[in-house]
């Protein structure tokens, strides 16, 4: 090593040492819109309806599949076994989800929205959706389109990948 790479060393360069700049990288990137889309969206259901960000998405699923246990909402909502738990306990002890025993398996446990859970999606999906339509506001229609295709385009691909 020369004389001036080693004083170039000295001052604090940093040699060979890898950087990823995050302002480029796509899962940094992606992962923090969408921790900010949650922490903004969550502030409407948590303020007007008291749900937090797990007791929504089980809620929203039920309504989209109607019938669903634990181990189906933590494989299409990617929580934790013990998050989602937590988030039934919680609906069921609030009475807008039901809990019954699975005709299909024994050990598991079939969850539905109650009457009162209806009432609740009822008030809030729209909000929600008012609060999406603010939120991309500033896309084209042919940008929104573009983005939900990309998006799922990456989900393809991750599939692939796994």
């Keep these: 090593m020369s004389e001036d790479e080693r004083g170039t060393r000295a001052k604090g360069d940093k040699g060979a040492r890898a950087e990823l700049d995050l302002d480029q990288f796509l899962p940094y990137q992606l992962s923090s819109l969408s921790d ?3 922490e903004e969206l ?3 259901y948590q303020q007007r309806f008291s749900l937090n960000v797990a007791q929504w998405r089980v809620l ?3 309504s989209h599949k109607d019938v669903l246990n634990a181990k189906e909402i933590c494989e299409t909502t990617r929580m934790d076994k013990a998050r989602v738990s937590r988030a039934v306990q919680a609906l069921v002890d609030r009475n807008l989800v039901g809990r019954t025993q699975s005709q299909r398996d024994q050990r598991l446990h079939d969850l539905r929205l109650t009457e009162s859970g209806e009432a609740l999606l009822g008030e809030l999906v729209p909000l929600a959706q008012a609060w999406e339509a ?4 500033s896309l084209t229609a ?3 389109r573009d983005l ?4 799922r385009k990456l989900e393809r691909q991750l599939e692939r990948l796994a």
């Design 148 to 151: 939900l295709h990309i998006m």
């Design 60 to 62: 929203v699923w039920l």
């Design 142 to 144: 042919a940008e929104y």
């Design 42 to 44: 969550s502030q409407l």
């Design 134 to 137: 603010g939120l991309v506001s």
């Design 36 to 38: 900010r889309i949650s």
